[in-house]
């Protein structure tokens, strides 16, 4: 069964309780291991200084070069998304490929007024979207 991994990319510091809900998410979803994967590597070459935002196409190849290879591996940023003809997206993957990610950026609207399990579920669902896309949905 092939595993999904799980990796925070992004420049702030983790969110381990947000990234756990992520993968128990994926988990119920895909019904297989979801681990979590950790290296110290960012794909820094990504941003964009014009639009001052990250390339997400640029990210997905990375996470293929970088990530782990048996698998899928699902990023997880704080930065900015876009392609370049739209202004952002809150995610993307490839399609029946290995690798997807998902940014927090554009997610976080309305959280103070509605409460951080908002930022939480939205998340969630993004990444269980953006993962099946990986698997080819």
């Known amino acids: 069964m092939v595993p999904i991994f799980v990796w925070w990319i ?5 969110e381990r309780d947000l990234v756990d809900h992520v993968r128990r998410h994926l988990e119920t979803a895909f019904r297989r291991p979801v681990l979590p994967w950790d290296a110290p590597e ?5 941003f964009d200084p014009r639009r001052r935002q990250h390339l997400s196409g640029a990210i ?8 782990p ?11 900015d998304l876009f392609i370049p003809i739209l202004t952002y997206v809150f995610g993307e993957a490839q399609l029946g490929g290995r690798a997807a990610v ?18 939480v579920e939205r998340l969630a669902k993004e990444a269980v979207h953006e ?3 990986a698997f080819g949905l």
């Open 10 to 14: 992004g420049e702030g510091e983790v």
């Open 42 to 46: 960012r794909p820094r070459h990504a």
């Open 60 to 67: 997905l190849r990375w996470l293929g070069e970088a990530g």
């Open 69 to 79: 290879r048996d698998g899928k591996v699902l990023g997880v940023t704080d930065r």
């Open 102 to 119: 998902v940014s927090i950026a554009r997610l976080v609207e309305d959280v103070e007024l509605f409460g951080p399990q908002l930022l």
């Open 131 to 133: 993962v099946g896309h």
